[in-house]
């Protein structure tokens, strides 16, 4: 697909040089209508939500509802779990040494260690359509929304309603934050709220612009917090030198239409957030994050930190070996000045192009630049100050996102806005570029689109027209990293046996026994809010003795035995 991509581009850049006048007809008509729509800015935002939200549904029968694989994702699972039955979080198991499970927290209650927000939406869509899956799905629509709108504060409102479209197309259809339970739509709604109340509040002075800046700090901070934060920081940079200058309102009509709400808003979150800890950890100021990291982490989140000389104690070998062996190993690699750590970074960077631009959206930035350059325009002053405030927004959150020990691209989450912004900003300066007189800059502007629409249709049909398209997995660094469209399989077998269980009488035990070579990313033993309640319970193998204790405790269950590292892996009685 990627090759696709680049191919069309380049054809795109040669028909620009060529004829660049062909098809206009077609397109003036199609971008009058445009137009028009993106005219009523409050329909425009609708109609790019909805968009959004017909289009996974209309993939489905190609990217089904998925099974959760990662890790993360039984986690996110389990707050939503919780939440859906009215609880902020459960009771720790008396057995719960044996059906321990990774990026949960046991001691004092039983808990996602993550923030709430994901889990928030997973319960929405848990209760309201019966499936965690439709929270992803409703976060996606309203994270293409929401960016339209952001967009709509920045540029005029046809750009605006153009980067609500791609970001359909690229982050709402394949993508992985479509397409799994860990996501990033939920924090990018946050980024999307912030940014794009900015320049209101600034122009305007409205209530409900502040309102909704302090909304989207809120679902930083329950999303993203570190990464929010960074973002937060260039915002209030921004807010405190607009206050200071020349061109502010009165204290009453600032301090009216956005301190105040915007300080009551996080007063608010922070009062809601203090009290989930509260109830999850028995302190307001500790978080559930906190407690994990104290009880199972063997390698700081950032790479600035030092590293722990002493790891805790772990009570089952797979937690042990993957926090011991595979973090703290991994965190010594890059963070070694002579070993990976330029090498990480630009891991690191070039992931962030391949999913959030890729070849399409490089070729306006190419371009400008390259026109920019054979005009000696690259000077900073001649930049337009919304641009330079997102350049320089950009650079920051990138710097703190090479900063961090570990990375996936729904950490980049809240600066999707960003990313967005700065392709389109480019894609319109690059409309008025003329080459020996023929409107080249339009035709590429025309062409990119387009091209992303058919890579759309491509997508979709990849699999009967036999496209090679790279899946990826979340900690195997040796496979290439997501793109727009690629799905996070290989299948996990866990769901299949799963469904064999849930078709026989009765509740179930699985004990789950690895061998000794055992890939410890990869796990097994993840369970409801409800231990005691669910048709199957999933436990580890601790030996005979150990086991029989579980078993007696269990005593009204079939007991299993099941063999993950098997090929297939097996199922039988115990």
């Given at each position: 697909?990627?090759?696709?991509?680049?191919?069309?581009?380049?054809?795109?850049?040669?028909?620009?040089?060529?004829?660049?006048?062909?098809?206009?007809?077609?397109?003036?008509?199609?971008?009058?209508g445009?137009?028009?729509?993106?005219?009523?800015?409050?329909?425009?935002?609708?109609?790019?939500?909805?968009?959004?939200?017909?289009?996974r549904?209309?993939?489905?029968p190609v990217?089904?509802?998925?099974h959760?694989?990662?890790?993360?994702?039984?986690?996110?699972?389990l707050?939503?779990?919780t939440?859906?039955?009215?609880?902020?979080?459960?009771?720790?198991?008396?057995?719960?040494?044996?059906?321990?499970?990774?990026?949960?927290?046991?001691?004092?209650?039983?808990q996602?260690?993550?923030?709430?927000?994901?889990?928030?939406?997973l319960?929405?869509?848990q209760?309201?359509?019966?499936?965690?899956?439709?929270?992803?799905?409703?976060?996606?629509?309203?994270?293409?929304a929401?960016l339209?709108?952001?967009?709509?504060?920045?540029?005029?409102?046809?750009?605006?309603?153009?980067?609500?479209?791609?970001?359909?197309?690229?982050?709402g259809?394949?993508?992985?934050?479509?397409?799994?339970?860990?996501?990033?739509?939920?924090?990018?709604?946050g980024?999307?709220?912030v940014?794009?109340?900015?320049p209101?509040?600034?122009?305007?002075?409205?209530?409900?612009d502040?309102?909704?800046?302090?909304?989207g700090l809120a679902?930083?901070?329950?999303?993203?917090?570190?990464?929010?934060?960074?973002?937060?920081?260039?915002?209030?940079?921004a807010l405190?030198?607009?206050?200071?200058g020349?061109?502010?309102?009165?204290?009453?009509?600032?301090?009216g239409?956005?301190?105040?709400?915007?300080s009551?808003?996080?007063?608010?979150?922070?009062?809601?957030?203090?009290?989930?800890?509260?109830?999850?950890?028995?302190?307001?100021?500790?978080?559930?994050?906190?407690?994990y990291?104290?009880a199972?982490?063997?390698?700081p989140?950032?790479?600035l930190?030092?590293?722990?000389?002493?790891?805790?104690?772990y009570?089952?070998?797979?937690?042990?070996?993957?926090y011991?062996?595979?973090?703290a190993?991994?965190?010594?690699l890059?963070r070694?000045?002579?070993?990976?750590?330029?090498?990480?970074?630009?891991?690191?960077?070039?992931?962030?192009?391949?999913?959030?631009?890729?070849?399409?959206?490089?070729?306006?930035?190419?371009?400008?630049?390259?026109?920019?350059?054979?005009?000696?325009?690259?000077?900073?002053?001649?930049?337009?100050?919304?641009?330079?405030?997102?350049?320089?927004a950009?650079a920051?959150?990138?710097?703190?996102?090479?900063l961090e020990?570990?990375?996936?691209?729904?950490?980049?989450?809240?600066?999707?806005?960003?990313?967005?912004?700065l392709?389109l900003?480019s894609?319109?300066?690059?409309?008025?570029?003329?080459?020996?007189?023929?409107?080249?800059?339009?035709?590429v502007?025309?062409?990119?689109?387009?091209?992303?629409?058919?890579?759309l249709?491509?997508?979709?049909?990849?699999?009967?027209?036999?496209?090679?398209?790279?899946?990826?997995?979340?900690?195997?660094?040796?496979?290439k990293?997501?793109?727009?469209?690629?799905p996070?399989?290989?299948?996990?077998?866990r769901?299949?046996?799963?469904a064999?269980?849930?078709?026989k009488p009765?509740?179930?035990?699985?004990?789950?026994?690895?061998?000794?070579d055992?890939e410890?990313s990869?796990?097994?033993?993840?369970?409801?809010?409800d231990?005691?309640?669910?048709?199957?319970?999933?436990?580890?193998?601790?030996?005979?003795?150990?086991?029989?204790e579980l078993i007696?405790?269990?005593?009204?269950?079939?007991?299993?035995?099941?063999?993950?590292?098997?090929?297939?892996?097996?199922l039988?009685?115990?």
């Amino acid at each position: 697909m990627q090759r696709i991509e680049i191919c069309l581009a380049l054809l795109a850049i040669a028909i620009a040089l060529a004829y660049p006048r062909i098809g206009a007809r077609w397109f003036r008509m199609l971008e009058n209508g445009f137009r028009k729509l993106a005219r009523r800015r409050r329909l425009a935002v609708l109609v790019v939500g909805v968009t959004a939200l017909a289009a996974r549904a209309a993939v489905l029968p190609v990217e089904p509802i998925p099974h959760p694989i990662i890790q993360d994702e039984y986690s996110y699972l389990l707050a939503a779990d919780t939440f859906a039955h009215g609880r902020l979080t459960n009771p720790t198991h008396p057995m719960w040494v044996h059906i321990e499970a990774f990026q949960e927290i046991w001691q004092p209650t039983y808990q996602s260690k993550y923030f709430p927000g994901q889990g928030l939406a997973l319960a929405l869509g848990q209760v309201v359509f019966g499936h965690p899956f439709w929270g992803v799905w409703l976060s996606i629509g309203l994270m293409c929304a929401a960016l339209c709108w952001m967009l709509q504060g920045w540029m005029p409102p046809g750009w605006a309603l153009l980067g609500g479209f791609l970001a359909v197309i690229r982050l709402g259809t394949f993508s992985y934050w479509a397409d799994t339970y860990f996501g990033g739509a939920v924090a990018a709604i946050g980024g999307a709220l912030v940014l794009g109340a900015l320049p209101r509040i600034k122009r305007e002075q409205h209530v409900q612009d502040a309102l909704l800046m302090g909304l989207g700090l809120a679902i930083l901070a329950n999303t993203r917090p570190y990464e929010g934060l960074v973002l937060s920081l260039p915002v209030a940079a921004a807010l405190l030198a607009w206050i200071a200058g020349r061109e502010r309102p009165p204290w009453r009509v600032w301090f009216g239409t956005v301190a105040l709400p915007l300080s009551l808003t996080l007063a608010l979150a922070a009062v809601a957030m203090g009290y989930y800890f509260w109830r999850v950890t028995g302190n307001p100021l500790r978080m559930p994050y906190q407690v994990y990291t104290d009880a199972y982490g063997a390698s700081p989140n950032l790479l600035l930190q030092h590293a722990r000389t002493v790891f805790p104690a772990y009570h089952n070998r797979e937690i042990r070996n993957f926090y011991v062996r595979f973090e703290a190993s991994f965190f010594s690699l890059a963070r070694s000045l002579h070993g990976r750590l330029l090498q990480f970074a630009a891991l690191k960077t070039y992931e962030l192009w391949l999913f959030f631009v890729g070849p399409l959206l490089t070729l306006p930035l190419v371009m400008l630049s390259a026109v920019a350059l054979k005009r000696h325009a690259c000077r900073w002053r001649l930049v337009s100050p919304g641009t330079r405030f997102l350049l320089i927004a950009s650079a920051v959150c990138l710097g703190s996102l090479l900063l961090e020990s570990f990375f996936s691209l729904h950490y980049a989450a809240p600066m999707t806005c960003l990313f967005l912004a700065l392709v389109l900003l480019s894609l319109r300066r690059l409309r008025a570029w003329r080459w020996q007189g023929k409107p080249a800059g339009l035709f590429v502007s025309r062409a990119v689109p387009l091209i992303a629409v058919a890579m759309l249709l491509l997508r979709v049909a990849a699999v009967p027209l036999h496209l090679s398209i790279v899946g990826y997995w979340a900690f195997r660094l040796e496979v290439k990293p997501p793109t727009w469209c690629s799905p996070l399989k290989p299948e996990f077998p866990r769901a299949r046996i799963l469904a064999e269980l849930e078709q026989k009488p009765g509740k179930h035990l699985a004990i789950v026994r690895y061998r000794p070579d055992h890939e410890p990313s990869i796990d097994w033993v993840y369970n409801e809010a409800d231990v005691d309640a669910s048709r199957v319970v999933w436990a580890r193998d601790r030996g005979p003795a150990e086991n029989e204790e579980l078993i007696r405790y269990f005593k009204d269950r079939d007991v299993w035995l099941v063999e993950p590292d098997e090929n297939p892996p097996r199922l039988s009685a115990h």
